[in-house]
């Protein structure tokens, strides 16, 4: 059974700094997806990774197969960024298995 | 192209009610996942329809079943309700569900509460 683990659960910072949110994973994985939650609930998919390195406007999302760990990283960090950033990890064609969640609060 | 639908959008039971929740998957997606988000949780999977049939389930007990229609909707039908059934169902379409490596696409959920 995969185990997901994000850092930090929580993340408060001022406008324009740059954000790192982690994930580890503890078994080989198919994909890892990057997920971004707005209150009420919607979820959008930022990334889909399987080796190296995505970017999408201020967005980039990495990650390290051999050491089962990924980063996204926000640059010039916007309060419109403020939102819940979910890890989640494809084992095999059907399961997904989310992390815990970031909750990213950007004041400006 | 439209995206995601589910209804209801928000929902209240009693315990030991029965509940419907309904999706409808992206145009050209015959894939649908449900998850089950209960508050300051991750996601939980809970199965996987591909082409009508169940593709993949969870650890969930047999009262969470699912169907999936011809034009690839869904339903998620949860049977004696119980408190802890209080959580954002979610609905996650995908084009090919035996393709590892695809994106799916999520629904705004619905918030069911069980009193």
């Known amino acids: 059974k995969n185990e997901v683990e994000q850092s930090p659960q929580n993340l408060t910072a001022q406008e324009g700094e740059f954000i790192t949110i982690n994930c580890s994973y503890s078994v080989g994985i198919s994909a890892l997806h990057w997920l971004q939650q707005h209150p009420g609930g919607g979820i959008v998919s930022l990334f889909m990774l399987s080796s190296g390195k995505k970017k999408h406007g201020r967005l980039i999302a990495t990650i390290n197969i051999q050491e089962k760990h990924s980063s996204l990283h926000i640059t010039a960090s916007h309060p419109r960024d403020s939102a819940v950033y979910i890890c989640a990890v494809k084992e095999g064609a059907q399961k997904l298995v989310f992390g815990q969640g970031t909750r990213l609060t950007i004041n400006p | 192209e439209t995206g995601v639908t589910q209804s209801p959008t928000h929902l209240i039971k009693t315990r030991g009610q029965q509940v419907t929740l309904r999706c409808s998957s992206q145009s050209g997606h015959n894939t649908v996942s449900w998850y089950q988000q209960a508050l300051g949780q991750g996601p939980q999977f809970i199965f996987q329809?591909?082409?009508?049939?169940?593709?993949g389930r969870g650890n969930f007990p047999p009262r969470f079943s699912g169907l999936q229609f011809p034009n690839y909707s869904s339903e998620l039908n949860v049977n004696a309700l119980e408190l802890d059934d209080s959580a954002l169902y979610l609905c996650?379409?995908?084009?090919?569900?035996?393709?590892?490596?695809?994106?799916?696409?999520f629904g705004p959920g619905t918030r069911l509460l069980v009193l």
């Open positions: 329809y591909y082409r009508e049939e169940e593709n």
């Open positions: 996650a379409s995908s084009l090919d569900g035996r393709v590892s490596k695809e994106t799916q696409y």
